[in-house]
Protein backbone atom coordinates (compact mmCIF):
# COMPACT_ATOMS: atom_id res chain seq x y z
CA UNK A 1 0.00 0.00 0.00
CA UNK A 2 1.19 3.53 -0.85
CA UNK A 3 1.91 6.19 1.37
CA UNK A 4 -0.44 8.51 1.20
CA UNK A 5 0.89 10.97 3.85
CA UNK A 6 4.93 11.33 4.46
CA UNK A 7 6.88 13.27 6.75
CA UNK A 8 9.99 13.43 6.90
CA UNK A 9 12.20 15.05 9.73
CA UNK A 10 9.61 17.84 10.42
CA UNK A 11 10.82 20.63 12.70
CA UNK A 12 8.56 23.63 14.06
CA UNK A 13 11.11 25.65 16.66
CA UNK A 14 9.04 29.31 17.61
CA UNK A 15 10.83 32.28 18.16
CA UNK A 16 10.35 33.58 21.80
CA UNK A 17 9.67 37.67 22.17
CA UNK A 18 11.30 39.01 25.76
CA UNK A 19 11.05 42.38 26.80
CA UNK A 20 13.17 45.42 26.59
CA UNK A 21 15.52 44.86 29.60
CA UNK A 22 16.36 41.07 28.49
CA UNK A 23 16.77 42.39 24.81
CA UNK A 24 19.53 44.58 25.92
CA UNK A 25 21.46 42.34 28.31
CA UNK A 26 21.69 39.07 26.24
CA UNK A 27 21.54 38.65 22.29
CA UNK A 28 20.70 35.16 22.32
CA UNK A 29 17.32 33.99 20.84
CA UNK A 30 15.07 32.41 22.81
CA UNK A 31 13.86 29.13 20.54
CA UNK A 32 10.71 26.94 21.64
CA UNK A 33 11.17 23.18 19.83
CA UNK A 34 7.59 22.32 19.67
CA UNK A 35 8.12 19.69 16.98
CA UNK A 36 12.32 18.95 17.02
CA UNK A 37 12.59 15.83 14.56
CA UNK A 38 9.43 13.86 13.88
CA UNK A 39 9.34 11.10 11.16
CA UNK A 40 6.17 9.23 9.97
CA UNK A 41 4.26 7.80 7.02
CA UNK A 42 0.24 7.17 7.16
CA UNK A 43 -1.05 5.06 4.21
CA UNK A 44 -4.17 5.30 2.61
CA UNK A 45 -7.24 4.52 5.29
CA UNK A 46 -5.04 4.16 7.93
CA UNK A 47 -5.27 5.51 11.28
CA UNK A 48 -2.07 6.85 13.16
CA UNK A 49 -2.26 8.44 16.72
CA UNK A 50 -0.24 10.86 18.02
CA UNK A 51 -0.05 10.19 21.69
CA UNK A 52 1.72 12.01 24.95
CA UNK A 53 1.34 14.42 27.67
CA UNK A 54 0.15 17.71 26.98
CA UNK A 55 3.37 20.29 25.43
CA UNK A 56 4.85 17.16 23.91
CA UNK A 57 4.06 18.80 20.29
CA UNK A 58 1.05 16.37 18.98
CA UNK A 59 -1.12 19.15 17.99
CA UNK A 60 1.78 21.34 16.63
CA UNK A 61 2.60 18.23 14.20
CA UNK A 62 -1.23 17.98 12.96
CA UNK A 63 -0.94 21.76 12.20
CA UNK A 64 2.79 21.74 10.51
CA UNK A 65 1.43 18.66 8.40
CA UNK A 66 -1.42 20.71 7.10
CA UNK A 67 0.60 23.54 6.35
CA UNK A 68 -1.21 26.09 9.08
CA UNK A 69 1.90 26.18 10.62
CA UNK A 70 4.88 26.86 9.15
CA UNK A 71 7.65 24.24 9.54
CA UNK A 72 11.42 25.41 10.43
CA UNK A 73 12.54 22.60 8.33
CA UNK A 74 11.95 18.69 6.88
CA UNK A 75 9.53 17.90 4.52
CA UNK A 76 5.59 17.06 4.21
CA UNK A 77 5.09 15.01 1.20
CA UNK A 78 1.37 13.91 0.01
CA UNK A 79 0.68 11.95 -2.52
CA UNK A 80 4.62 12.28 -3.34
CA UNK A 81 4.35 16.34 -3.56
CA UNK A 82 6.10 18.64 -1.44
CA UNK A 83 3.38 20.57 0.84
CA UNK A 84 6.00 22.93 2.31
CA UNK A 85 6.64 23.92 -1.10
CA UNK A 86 3.39 24.89 -2.37
CA UNK A 87 2.05 28.32 -2.96
CA UNK A 88 -1.11 29.81 -1.29
CA UNK A 89 -3.14 28.84 -4.51
CA UNK A 90 -1.65 25.14 -4.26
CA UNK A 91 -2.25 24.61 -1.16
CA UNK A 92 -5.77 25.81 -1.23
CA UNK A 93 -6.36 22.78 -3.96
CA UNK A 94 -4.50 20.78 -1.27
CA UNK A 95 -6.98 21.57 1.44
CA UNK A 96 -9.91 20.11 -0.33
CA UNK A 97 -8.11 16.87 0.35
CA UNK A 98 -7.08 17.34 3.60
CA UNK A 99 -9.21 18.40 6.42
CA UNK A 100 -8.80 19.21 10.12
CA UNK A 101 -11.00 18.28 13.38
CA UNK A 102 -10.40 20.47 16.39
CA UNK A 103 -10.57 19.80 19.73
CA UNK A 104 -13.04 22.24 21.36
CA UNK A 105 -16.66 22.10 19.45
CA UNK A 106 -17.68 25.12 21.42
CA UNK A 107 -14.78 27.33 19.98
CA UNK A 108 -14.59 26.42 16.40
CA UNK A 109 -17.88 26.96 15.28
CA UNK A 110 -19.76 30.29 14.79
CA UNK A 111 -22.10 31.46 17.18
CA UNK A 112 -23.49 33.47 14.81
CA UNK A 113 -23.97 31.15 11.92
CA UNK A 114 -26.20 28.47 11.29
CA UNK A 115 -25.65 24.91 10.63
CA UNK A 116 -26.00 24.97 6.93
CA UNK A 117 -24.12 28.16 6.99
CA UNK A 118 -21.17 26.24 9.10
CA UNK A 119 -20.84 22.90 7.12
CA UNK A 120 -20.96 24.66 3.79
CA UNK A 121 -18.24 27.25 4.07
CA UNK A 122 -16.18 24.86 2.72
CA UNK A 123 -17.82 24.39 -0.66
CA UNK A 124 -18.13 28.20 -0.58
CA UNK A 125 -14.49 28.79 -0.55
CA UNK A 126 -13.75 26.67 -2.50
CA UNK A 127 -16.61 27.61 -5.11
CA UNK A 128 -17.69 24.02 -5.68
CA UNK A 129 -21.45 24.77 -5.40
CA UNK A 130 -23.50 25.70 -8.31
CA UNK A 131 -26.52 26.88 -6.49
CA UNK A 132 -28.87 26.90 -3.40
CA UNK A 133 -30.09 23.66 -4.00
CA UNK A 134 -26.90 21.85 -4.37
CA UNK A 135 -25.32 23.52 -1.63
CA UNK A 136 -28.59 22.28 0.84
CA UNK A 137 -28.20 19.05 -0.72
CA UNK A 138 -24.50 18.73 -0.04
CA UNK A 139 -24.92 19.99 3.54
CA UNK A 140 -28.14 17.21 4.06
CA UNK A 141 -25.42 13.98 2.71
CA UNK A 142 -22.81 15.39 4.97
CA UNK A 143 -24.80 15.95 8.54
CA UNK A 144 -26.34 12.35 7.46
CA UNK A 145 -22.88 11.07 7.12
CA UNK A 146 -21.67 12.59 10.36
CA UNK A 147 -24.80 10.64 12.10
CA UNK A 148 -27.08 14.39 12.20
CA UNK A 149 -30.74 12.69 11.31
CA UNK A 150 -33.01 13.94 9.74
CA UNK A 151 -30.32 16.26 8.33
CA UNK A 152 -33.16 19.20 7.97
CA UNK A 153 -34.06 19.16 11.34
CA UNK A 154 -30.87 20.50 11.76
CA UNK A 155 -29.96 23.09 9.23
CA UNK A 156 -31.19 26.56 10.25
CA UNK A 157 -29.90 25.57 13.95
CA UNK A 158 -27.34 27.65 15.85
CA UNK A 159 -24.31 26.38 17.61
CA UNK A 160 -26.37 27.29 21.01
CA UNK A 161 -28.97 25.23 19.93
CA UNK A 162 -26.74 22.05 20.20
CA UNK A 163 -25.03 19.32 22.82
CA UNK A 164 -21.47 19.03 22.82
CA UNK A 165 -21.94 15.88 20.88
CA UNK A 166 -24.26 17.54 17.92
CA UNK A 167 -21.78 20.17 17.70
CA UNK A 168 -18.71 18.08 17.29
CA UNK A 169 -20.90 16.06 14.39
CA UNK A 170 -21.32 19.24 12.70
CA UNK A 171 -17.73 20.04 13.08
CA UNK A 172 -17.06 16.94 11.32
CA UNK A 173 -19.69 17.14 8.48
CA UNK A 174 -18.01 20.50 7.85
CA UNK A 175 -14.82 18.55 7.46
CA UNK A 176 -15.88 15.42 5.25
CA UNK A 177 -18.26 17.92 2.67
CA UNK A 178 -15.28 18.29 0.46
CA UNK A 179 -14.56 14.43 0.62
CA UNK A 180 -10.70 14.34 1.61
CA UNK A 181 -8.28 11.70 1.43
CA UNK A 182 -6.61 12.75 5.21
CA UNK A 183 -8.04 14.04 7.98
CA UNK A 184 -6.27 15.53 11.27
CA UNK A 185 -8.31 14.69 14.15
CA UNK A 186 -6.93 17.21 17.01
CA UNK A 187 -7.96 15.55 20.26
CA UNK A 188 -11.87 15.43 18.89
CA UNK A 189 -13.85 13.57 21.91
CA UNK A 190 -11.73 15.31 24.54
CA UNK A 191 -14.33 17.84 25.95
CA UNK A 192 -16.75 15.48 25.31
CA UNK A 193 -19.18 13.15 28.16
CA UNK A 194 -17.56 9.72 28.39
CA UNK A 195 -21.38 8.42 27.08
CA UNK A 196 -20.86 10.98 24.27
CA UNK A 197 -17.10 9.73 23.09
CA UNK A 198 -18.28 6.13 21.40
CA UNK A 199 -20.51 7.31 19.41
CA UNK A 200 -17.98 10.18 18.02
CA UNK A 201 -15.23 7.42 17.52
CA UNK A 202 -17.30 4.63 15.83
CA UNK A 203 -18.81 7.63 13.80
CA UNK A 204 -14.46 8.09 12.77
CA UNK A 205 -14.27 4.85 12.27
CA UNK A 206 -16.75 4.40 10.17
CA UNK A 207 -15.90 6.75 7.81
CA UNK A 208 -12.49 5.26 7.59
CA UNK A 209 -14.50 2.36 6.06
CA UNK A 210 -16.80 4.05 3.78
CA UNK A 211 -14.86 6.71 2.69
CA UNK A 212 -11.38 5.19 2.85
CA UNK A 213 -10.24 8.24 4.94
CA UNK A 214 -6.85 7.97 6.27
CA UNK A 215 -6.51 9.93 9.74
CA UNK A 216 -3.81 11.17 11.77
CA UNK A 217 -5.65 10.77 15.39
CA UNK A 218 -4.02 13.03 18.07
CA UNK A 219 -4.91 12.06 21.51
CA UNK A 220 -3.61 11.94 25.19
CA UNK A 221 -5.63 9.01 26.09
CA UNK A 222 -3.71 5.48 24.82
CA UNK A 223 -7.10 3.61 25.50
CA UNK A 224 -8.61 5.42 22.93
CA UNK A 225 -5.69 4.80 20.83
CA UNK A 226 -5.40 1.22 21.10
CA UNK A 227 -9.40 1.20 20.06
CA UNK A 228 -8.80 3.31 16.95
CA UNK A 229 -5.43 2.67 15.36
CA UNK A 230 -3.80 0.66 13.03
CA UNK A 231 -0.29 2.74 14.69
CA UNK A 232 1.00 4.31 17.24
CA UNK A 233 3.40 7.06 17.57
CA UNK A 234 4.31 8.03 21.23
CA UNK A 235 5.76 11.72 21.72
CA UNK A 236 7.59 13.28 24.49
CA UNK A 237 9.36 16.78 23.64
CA UNK A 238 8.92 17.39 20.29
CA UNK A 239 9.79 13.74 19.41
CA UNK A 240 8.62 10.61 18.36
CA UNK A 241 10.16 7.87 21.51
CA UNK A 242 7.93 4.93 20.37
CA UNK A 243 5.97 3.93 17.15
CA UNK A 244 4.08 0.22 16.41
CA UNK A 245 0.85 -1.28 16.68
CA UNK A 246 -1.76 -1.33 19.19
CA UNK A 247 0.13 -3.88 20.79
CA UNK A 248 2.29 -1.39 22.39
CA UNK A 249 -0.68 -0.79 24.90
CA UNK A 250 -0.70 -4.48 25.54
CA UNK A 251 2.18 -4.49 26.62
CA UNK A 252 4.89 -4.95 24.33
CA UNK A 253 6.01 -1.34 24.46
CA UNK A 254 10.34 -1.03 24.56
CA UNK A 255 10.37 2.82 26.09
CA UNK A 256 10.44 3.43 30.16
CA UNK A 257 8.07 6.38 28.78
CA UNK A 258 5.81 4.15 26.89
CA UNK A 259 5.82 1.57 29.92
CA UNK A 260 4.88 5.03 32.31
CA UNK A 261 1.64 6.43 30.89
CA UNK A 262 0.53 2.46 30.38
CA UNK A 263 0.93 2.45 34.50
CA UNK A 264 -1.12 4.48 35.21
CA UNK A 265 -4.22 3.58 32.65
CA UNK A 266 -7.57 3.13 33.92
CA UNK A 267 -8.54 -0.63 33.56
CA UNK A 268 -11.84 -2.26 33.44
CA UNK A 269 -11.34 -4.08 36.46
CA UNK A 270 -9.22 -4.05 39.33
CA UNK A 271 -6.05 -5.91 39.42
CA UNK A 272 -4.39 -7.38 42.20
CA UNK A 273 -1.19 -6.56 43.36
CA UNK A 274 -0.85 -3.56 40.10
CA UNK A 275 2.03 -1.53 40.05
CA UNK A 276 1.47 2.32 39.53
CA UNK A 277 5.02 3.92 38.48
CA UNK A 278 3.75 7.50 37.89
CA UNK A 279 5.99 9.64 36.31
CA UNK A 280 7.95 11.62 38.55
CA UNK A 281 8.78 15.70 37.56
CA UNK A 282 7.36 17.53 35.22
CA UNK A 283 8.14 17.11 31.73
CA UNK A 284 11.33 19.82 30.86
CA UNK A 285 11.35 23.38 29.58
CA UNK A 286 11.12 22.77 26.35
CA UNK A 287 13.33 25.94 25.60
CA UNK A 288 15.91 24.44 27.96
CA UNK A 289 16.03 20.64 26.63
CA UNK A 290 17.88 18.66 28.59
CA UNK A 291 21.20 17.08 26.96
CA UNK A 292 21.24 13.53 25.42
CA UNK A 293 18.02 11.79 25.92
CA UNK A 294 15.93 14.44 26.73
CA UNK A 295 13.61 11.72 29.33
CA UNK A 296 16.17 10.68 31.00
CA UNK A 297 15.60 13.17 34.22
CA UNK A 298 12.31 11.27 34.58
CA UNK A 299 13.59 8.29 33.55
CA UNK A 300 13.91 5.21 36.48
CA UNK A 301 16.68 3.67 34.37
CA UNK A 302 18.72 6.35 33.16
CA UNK A 303 22.07 5.67 32.62
CA UNK A 304 25.23 7.92 32.09
CA UNK A 305 24.80 7.46 27.93
CA UNK A 306 21.16 8.88 28.50
CA UNK A 307 22.71 11.76 29.72
CA UNK A 308 25.47 12.91 26.93
CA UNK A 309 23.79 10.85 23.91
CA UNK A 310 20.72 11.11 22.76
CA UNK A 311 19.23 7.36 21.18
CA UNK A 312 17.92 7.17 17.86
CA UNK A 313 14.85 6.07 16.77
CA UNK A 314 15.60 2.15 15.91
CA UNK A 315 13.77 -0.95 14.87
CA UNK A 316 13.01 -3.56 17.69
CA UNK A 317 11.02 -5.66 15.54
CA UNK A 318 9.04 -5.30 12.34
CA UNK A 319 6.95 -1.97 12.36
CA UNK A 320 8.08 -1.69 16.30
CA UNK A 321 10.33 1.25 16.88
CA UNK A 322 12.16 2.91 19.73
CA UNK A 323 14.58 5.38 20.83
CA UNK A 324 16.35 3.95 24.49
CA UNK A 325 19.54 2.99 25.06
CA UNK A 326 18.59 0.08 27.20
CA UNK A 327 17.21 -1.42 23.65
CA UNK A 328 20.69 -1.80 22.92
CA UNK A 329 22.10 -3.66 25.96
CA UNK A 330 22.71 -7.50 25.55
Same mark, same amino acid.
Given at each position: ?131 ? /??? +?? @???? $? *? ?5 ? #? ?117 ? /??? +?? @???? $? *? ?5 ? #? ?44
Amino acid at each position: MDKLLDVQDLKVHFNIKRGFIEDIFSKDQVVVKAVDGVSFSIKKGEILSLAGESGSGKTTVGKAVLNLVKPTSGKVLFNNEDISAKSEKELKIFRQNAQMIFQDPYQSLNPKQSVIDIVSEPLSIHNITKSE /KDK +KE @RVEV $A *LELAGLK #PAGEYLYRYPHELSGGERQRVAIAGSIILNPGFIVADEPVSMLDVSIRIGIINLLMELRNKKDISFLFITHDLSLAWLISDRIAIMYLGKIVEMGGPELIEGKCKHPYTKALIDVMPLA /KAV +KN @RTKN $A *LKGETPN #PVKIPSGCRFHPRCPHCMDICRVEEPLLANISEGHLAACHLNKLP
